[in-house]
């Protein structure tokens, strides 16, 4: 972690007063294009299905994808065809493109290659209008389209905004970009329609009577990166030389993760949030390397050798909700189970 993104929740006098005009700027440029679409000087497009966009006011990572991949397990588990969009960061896709699961991460991004696994249609582009049209072209019998992030992607109307919450971070200094981790002010939640929030942690600034979700992140146990059936738990890695490597947005997570765990770990190695990775990222030295799911995806491409592959393992997490989040955004859009 840099220094400004340390400051960002370890505040310092001397940073913040040198930062705030580049804050105020941001802030400028962002309330002007909040206003253009308010005020109709820019429109909105809305697709012929429902919208619920997962999104957050803060950089870094809170645990969006894992949220989206257990939305689309209870709604498959309901029978509601539900398609995603997403910007596809980490990608080179200029045009809406289908996630496909031998899609190229480096076209389509991990995030989505990662939720195109749990079998629901993905389509990534720039343009989310565009991607969702593209979406249900090829899909007509979605009924509901999840927007993994586009909080801010005013375009698009949406008939839901659902905000996720790091609950031990939270809002860090409260600030704007680059004083601060918020890409718009705290006061934004107030127009959400939910807050989900990930993990437990403080009191935190949310609007009275927002509805609130609490998720958790349970880890299972880890699995070889070629073959998710061969799986290893904490004391099967006992007394070998074992390195940890996140390129995420919130590294330390997947590290507390695995010190809970129970997992002794010689090595953490961080990376930034979409790395693309390369055989060199992987410490020659550690009998055994533990990745995340998202990383997974990007790192099973990138090396060829047998055995570096071998000494892979991957992390899986499944996020629960309390309250049921599907039935309550069933009951908001007043859809019905399997039709």
């Known amino acids: 972690m840099n220094l ?3 400051h960002w929740y370890q505040p310092r006098g001397w940073l913040t007063a040198l930062l ?6 941001f802030a400028l440029l962002a309330a002007v294009r909040r206003q253009a679409f308010r005020r109709g000087w820019k429109t909105s497009e809305r697709l012929p299905v429902p919208v619920a966009v997962i999104g957050n006011i803060n950089v870094g990572g809170v645990g969006k994808t894992p949220l989206t991949l257990a939305l689309l397990d209870g709604f ?10 997403s910007r596809g ?67 698009l ?52 009577g927002l509805p609130r979700f609490a998720m958790a992140l349970r880890p ?7 073959d998710a059936s061969v799986t290893r738990g904490a004391a099967d890695f006992a007394g070998l030389r074992v390195a940890a490597l996140a390129g995420i947005g919130h590294p330390q997570r997947f590290f507390d993760t695995l010190a809970c765990m129970g997992v002794a770990v010689d090595r953490r190695l961080s990376f930034p949030d979409h ?11 550690a009998d055994a390397v533990i990745v995340t799911s998202k990383d997974a995806v990007k790192l099973a ?35 019905e189970h399997g039709r």
């Open 4 to 6: 400004i993104e340390q």
């Open 20 to 25: 705030a005009p580049l804050e105020g700027l």
């Open 76 to 85: 498959a588990a309901r029978g509601v065809k539900v398609g995603v969009i």
């Open 89 to 155: 960061y980490g990608g080179q896709a200029a045009v809406p493109t289908e996630v496909k699961p031998d899609s190229d991460p480096a076209q389509v991004g991990d995030e989505p290659l990662l939720l195109a696994a749990s079998g629901a249609p993905v389509v990534v582009g720039r343009d989310r209008v565009a991607a969702g049209r593209h979406l249900l072209a090829q899909h007509p019998d979605v009924r509901l389209i999840l927007s993994d992030d586009g909080l801010q992607h005013y375009r």
């Open 157 to 208: 109307a949406r008939d839901l905004e659902i905000a996720v919450l790091d609950g031990r971070r939270g809002l860090g200094n409260g600030r704007l970009l680059p004083n601060g981790p918020l890409r718009e002010p705290a006061s934004r939640l107030r127009s959400v329609d939910a807050v989900v929030v990930n993990g437990e942690g403080g009191d935190l600034p949310l609007p009275a």
């Open 220 to 226: 299972g146990r880890c699995h070889a990166l070629d």
């Open 275 to 285: 790395h693309p990775f390369s055989a060199e990222d992987i410490p020659a030295d």
């Open 301 to 335: 491409r990138a090396l060829h050798d047998a055995a570096q592959r071998a000494r892979l393992w991957v992390l899986p997490v499944q996020a629960t909700l309390a309250p049921d989040l599907c039935d309550w955004i069933l009951a908001r859009l007043k859809m």
